[in-house]
């Protein structure tokens, strides 16, 4: 049953998570789109272009998204979707909060400890991978299109990706006016 999947698949990525959201993105993909087949990748990528569009975190946005889509494609009715994306929402935070909850005590008594320094520095490495893993699942012919099938698609998608990059970073752009600016020449070319 897809709701007992979800409710297993979401709070294993919850739990064995680190990083953030963007850190489960990859996570999510990999259970949602490779393993299960509930979502292609042009859905996928439309829940992170919503879940980052939509307040709060992108990680909880995307596990709502996913769970919605993921029931709704297996050809239940819409209400049931509604079900499984609370299921999915709640299965990514339920067993985490818990855990936080009783470690707590324990990190704060022992934030200068050796052990617990190594422990997080020992995780960062693998974070920054899952992030990367994560910006290279996006980095696809749906979001970018084919130099083989669409040199002006893949062209205007690159040099948006690229004109974003520089601004944001070179010239401290304000991301949401490059994010308009980008959508406004996207709009004009498709």
């Known amino acids: 049953m897809i709701f007992l999947k979800l409710f297993i698949i979401f709070t294993k990525i919850g739990t064995f998570n ?21 979502l292609t990748n042009s859905e996928f990528t439309d829940i992170v272009a919503i879940s980052q569009s939509t307040p709060g975190p992108i990680g909880i946005n995307a596990a709502t998204y996913a769970g919605y889509v993921a029931v709704l494609n297996q050809g239940y009715p819409q209400w049931l979707a509604v079900a499984g994306s609370v299921i999915a929402s709640l299965s990514i935070i ?24 190594s422990v997080f520095s020992g995780l960062r490495p693998a974070i920054i991978g899952l992030i990367a893993a994560a ?22 998608s690159v040099a948006l990706f690229a004109a ?9 752009a304000n991301p949401i006016l490059v994010m308009i600016g980008c959508g406004l020449v996207g709009l004009a070319v498709y």
């Open 135 to 156: 910006a290279l699942l996006l980095m696809n012919a749906d979001n970018f299109g084919s130099w083989q099938t669409d040199h002006l698609r893949f062209g205007v």
């Open 18 to 38: 680190f990083g953030g959201g963007y850190a489960m993105l990859s996570l999510i993909h990999n259970e949602v789109v490779v393993k299960n087949a509930w």
């Open 164 to 172: 974003a990059f520089f601004l944001t970073r070179k010239l401290k």
């Open 94 to 117: 339920w067993l985490p909060f818990i855990i936080m909850i009783i470690i707590s005590r324990y990190l704060l008594t022992h934030k200068d400890s050796p052990v617990v320094k």
